[in-house]
C-alpha cells in the first residue's frame, strides 16, 4: 500500500497581497478535503474532485462561484478530470449554469462514450444526469465584476502576467492525487480568464494542457496563460519528461520555464509522480498551492517559501 498524498494549486498570476490569504486557507482546505477522502480509502479519483468542488464554492477562486467574465460580463466555465488507471477522461466547456463544472466532468468520465461535451450539450447531459441548476447570475462576484471593468478599461488580453491590476489573479483551480492503491487522478478547472471572447475555449478542459494523469508516470495540473498552455501541452510536456526518467520537480521546472521562454507568457504547475513525490513550479509572480502527505500540510504562494503544519 502506498502512502495516499493529494496536492491542489489555486492559480498562477500576480495577485495581489490582498487575495493571499484567502487563496491560502482555500488551499489548505481543499487539500485536506482530498485527503480525508484518501485516509477513508477512497479512490483518487473522488479526492480530487472533492478537492476542486471545494475551490469552486469558495469566490477567492476562479472557478464555480467567482469565475471571472467573458466580454458580456457572463460565466463560462470549463472543467476536466483523468483517471490514470485507464486514461480515461471527462470534461466540459462553455458551462453556465451549475456550481460544479468538475462534478459533471466526472460524470462525463463515468457515464458518457465521450470524453469533451460543450455548452447546450454539456447542459443536457448535466440535466439528464440530475445536477442542480443554478442562476448564472449567483455565480458572479463582486470581484469578478471589478476585474473585468478592470480589463475593458485596457482591453489587452494575454498579457504576461494573468491577474495583472487583480484582474484574472482569482486563480484556477487544479488538483492531482495518488490513493493507497497507487492509482493517479488529476482534475482542473476554471472560469477562463476576464474579458475572453463569448465561447472561448482556454487550455483547462483540454486533455494534455490542462489535466494529465497516467498510473504509470504520474499527474499534473495546469494554471496561466490559456493560449500559451494548449500551444504547449504544458501538462503532457511534464508527463513525457517524467516518463524520459526526469523527476517530478525537474520536469515542472523544465516545462514551465520551456513554455514561458518559448511563448512569452506564464504559467504554473502541479505534479505528483506515480510514487508520490512532489513538483510544484510557476512562471508568475505566485501561484498558491497545498499539499497534504503523512499528516502533514506543506503549503505556499510566492517563490523559495514554503509553510509547513500537522494535518
Ligand atoms: N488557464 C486558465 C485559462 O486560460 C486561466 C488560469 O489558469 O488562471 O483559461
Partial sequence: MMKPIIIVHGGAGDIPSSRVKGKLDGSKAAARAG????????TALDAVEAAVVSMEKDENFNAGYGSVLNLRGEVEMEASIMRGSDLNVGAVTLVK????????????????PHSLLGAEGAKLFALEKGFPTVKPESLI?????????????????????????????????????????GHVAVATSTGGMSGKAVGRIGDT????????????????????????????????????LMESGVDAQTATNKA????TSRLKNTAGAIT?????????????????????????TVYGINHNETFEESY
Wanted: aromatic share 6%; charged share 20%.
Fill in 35 to 42: 485527503y480525508e477522502i484518501l485516509l477513508k480509502g477512497g
Fill in 141 to 181: 462576484s463582486e470581484h469578478a465584476k471589478q476585474a473585468l471593468n478592470n480589463f475593458l478599461k485596457h482591453g489587452d488580453f494575454g498579457r504576461t502576467e494573468i491577474g495583472e491590476k487583480d484582474e484574472g489573479g482569482v486563480g484556477t483551480v487544479g488538483a492531482v492525487a495518488v490513493d493507497a492503491a
Fill in 256 to 259: 514551465v520555464e520551456g513554455m
Fill in 272 to 296: 505528483l509522480s506515480k510514487d508520490g513525490e512532489v513538483g510544484v513550479h510557476f512562471s508568475s509572480q505566485r501561484m498558491s498551492w497545498a499539499y497534504v502527505k503523512d499528516n502533514k
Fill in 97 to 112: 449554469e451549475f456550481l460544479h463544472p468538475i462534478s459533471i466532468a466526472h460524470k462525463v468520465l463515468t457515464d458518457s
Fill in 205 to 240: 478542459p483540454q486533455i494534455g494542457s490542462g489535466t494529465y494523469a497516467d498510473d504509470l508516470v504520474g499527474g499534473v495540473s495546469t494554471t496561466g496563460h490559456g493560449e500559451s498552455i494548449l500551444k504547449y501541452c504544458l501538462a503532457h510536456s511534464i508527463i513525457k
